[in-house]
């Protein structure tokens, strides 16, 4: 199994900063690439940023140019950098991977971490 553990959500203010990690463990894995979705009351789970184990990202439109995505494969952990910050990206963000385990590929998620972003 791949286990996945997110940090770095909080309270901040419209216009600032934070970073969210996402760290994957277990044993005898790959991961295929690995992104943030968020998720607000009553709303779906909405794709945020995503990057390919080869490197290659994809983006919300809403996030474009504000959010970051990158990787460090050594240590099985991704980070979202957000910038410029707006109330509605208050959201509880998950990490998502797909990865190969036992040679069979799955989503595996995280718990979730809260972001608020006050006005």
């Known amino acids: 199994q791949v286990q996945l553990v997110e940090s770095g959500g909080g309270l901040v203010q419209a216009g600032g900063s934070l970073r969210l990690s996402c760290a994957a463990s277990g044993s005898s894995f790959s991961i295929n690439a690995i992104g943030w979705y968020r998720q607000t009351p009553g709303k779906q789970r909405e794709l945020v940023a995503v990057?390919?184990?080869?490197?290659?990202?994809n983006y919300a439109d809403s996030v474009k140019g504000r959010f970051t995505i990158s990787g460090d494969n050594a240590k099985n952990t991704a980070y979202l950098q957000m910038n410029s910050l707006k109330p509605e990206d208050t959201a509880v963000y998950y990490c998502?991977?797909?990865?190969?385990?036992?040679?069979?590929?799955?989503?595996?998620w995280g718990e979730g971490t809260l972001v608020t972003v006050s006005s």
């Open positions: 990057i390919g184990s080869e490197g290659s990202t």
């Open positions: 998502n991977a797909r990865a190969v385990y036992d040679f069979v590929e799955m989503d595996y």
